[in-house]
């Protein structure tokens, strides 16, 4: 690409201003508009691979952006009425078009990366795990812009009107929408409380918009291939409308789209476990003698450690043989909705359970991991609430440390009702001989490590109400 030619199709064009555009606004929609991209282990400066989904998540609103503005550009020649002079110059049309197209993809791309980086330099100064895993998710997204503007300049070229960059960007927007709300969702089957919910399909991988569900899932190789076949089909088909000059020229030029469609949706996962994956090499356990954590979160062992191997010592002087024996970050990522699955021998955590995320910043690690070896909790994955669960792990752990005291991340305005709750089972409790505390105590981790029947009521000595 000509050097002083690219300089000139800089200063003329829209390109550098969908550039800034992409970056000015994703910047001030992460750093702006609080959001779940800033918290716990999925923020979006916490890990690379969380960056690389939250930048990517962006794209429900710049791939439709990225649209109009080359909508936009490739209505240029016919704002300024060149289009029959320059058809006259001897330069063949692919060599405009490509220097065009060109140009908006280097702004492009550069803006994204730099999105990148501000992330990145972030995360840097927040984990010590690095891993390429997360990059293919960056070139997917920054390759959605190029191929989503050259189709917009295509489109501008071929529908030469005011209207034509307002009406593809809506159209690109209810595109994304529909692929992300009800086209690209299947209903699930109910589970064990009954409830309904959905899943993404494989024509949601047509989207832009992708899902940021746990810190340790990625989207699988053949989501990346088949979304790249989709996109250079994409691009061509910008490209091919950017230089055709009659009707059926264009006509032919609608073909890379849709074999790109086509091909795309043969290679494509249909099972929704092949679309977002687990990080196996994120996932394997680093351990500390019983206490163990994922190789992503290796940071935090050392400080995670001293308190799991306490917890295990307590859990064992008040359980005997009962009691777990070891400690570990949960790894099983489950489908949203479902029942979670515990363990009887090991404390398995999540460090963005509430319970665990607090008690890491007020040092109370150890109770923290008593509650969940006691009462691991069994609110569906991805729900959130507050009631028997928390209940029965407030007095299940005061059981075994001796004292009665609110459990870090209990809200402030649950505070009063938790003490009015718990402090008459906790005095019941201990006003039974030992013997039949053990018993009931058994009773509701049997409940709550099955999740079947209400761990509190169990605990109350009345678990058929």
């Not at 050097?3 to 200063?11: H, T």
């Not at 190789?221 to 000059?245: D, E, K, N, P």
């Not at 264009?250 to 996962?269: E, F, H, Y």
């Not at 569906?380 to 009665?404: C, H, I």
């Amino acid at each position: 690409m000509n050097v002083r030619v690219l300089r000139i199709e800089l200063r003329r064009s829209v390109a550098p201003w969908a550039g800034a555009v992409v970056l000015t606004s994703a910047l001030a929609f992460l750093y702006l508009i609080p959001g779940e991209w800033w918290l716990g282990a999925t923020a979006w400066t916490a890990q690379w691979s969380s960056l690389a989904m939250w930048t990517r998540s962006l794209l429900f609103y710049l791939w439709p952006m990225a649209v109009g503005l080359g909508a936009l550009q490739g209505l240029r020649d016919h704002r300024s009425k060149m289009s029959e002079l320059l058809t006259s110059t001897p330069r063949p049309a692919w060599h405009r078009a490509a220097m065009l197209a060109g140009t908006s993809a280097i702004t492009l791309v550069s803006a994204f990366a730099l999105l990148v980086v501000v992330g990145g330099v972030q995360v840097l100064a927040h984990t010590e795990y690095t891993h390429p895993g997360w990059l293919p998710i960056s070139l997917v997204a920054a390759l959605f812009l190029v191929a989503g503007a050259m189709l917009g300049m295509g489109g501008g070229r071929a529908l030469p009107s005011a209207l034509t960059p307002p009406l593809l960007t809506m159209g690109a927007l209810v595109f994304t929408a529909l692929m992300h709300m009800s086209l690209g969702r299947t209903e699930t089957a109910p589970n064990s409380m009954g409830i309904t919910s959905t899943e993404p399909n494989q024509l949601s991988l047509l989207s832009p918009e992708t899902e940021v569900r746990d810190v340790l899932e990625t989207l699988s190789a053949s989501v990346h291939v088949g979304q790249t076949i989709w996109l250079l089909g994409m691009a061509a088909t910008g490209f091919a409308l950017l230089v055709a000059g009659t009707l059926r020229a264009r006509l032919i030029a609608l073909t890379p789209v849709l074999a790109g469609a086509v091909i795309a949706l043969l290679v494509l996962p249909t099972d929704p476990r092949r679309m977002y994956v687990v990080d196996e090499a994120a996932a394997e356990l680093v351990c500390d003698g019983p206490v163990c954590v994922t190789k992503m979160h290796e940071g935090h062992l050392a400080d995670l450690a001293g308190p799991g191997k306490e917890a295990l010592r307590l859990l064992r002087g008040a359980l005997g043989s009962q009691a777990p024996v070891s400690v570990r970050e949960n790894a099983a990522v489950l489908p949203e909705g479902s029942t979670p699955q515990w363990s009887r021998e090991t404390v398995l955590f999540d460090f963005d359970d509430d319970i665990i995320a607090a008690a890491a910043k007020d040092n109370q690690l150890t109770r923290a991991l008593v509650a969940k070896g006691m009462v691991p909790g069994c609110t569906p994955v991805g729900w959130s609430g507050f009631g028997g669960d928390e209940y029965a792990q407030t007095v299940a752990a005061g059981w075994v440390l001796g004292d009665l005291s609110m459990l870090p991340g209990t809200p402030a305005n649950m505070r009063r009702v938790v003490d009015a709750e718990t402090r008459p089972v906790w005095r019941e409790l201990k006003a039974l001989p030992r013997a039949e505390q053990l018993t009931r105590i058994n009773a509701m981790r049997a409940a709550a490590l099955s999740c079947e029947g209400d761990a509190f009521d169990v605990l109350k000595g009345d678990a058929s109400r």
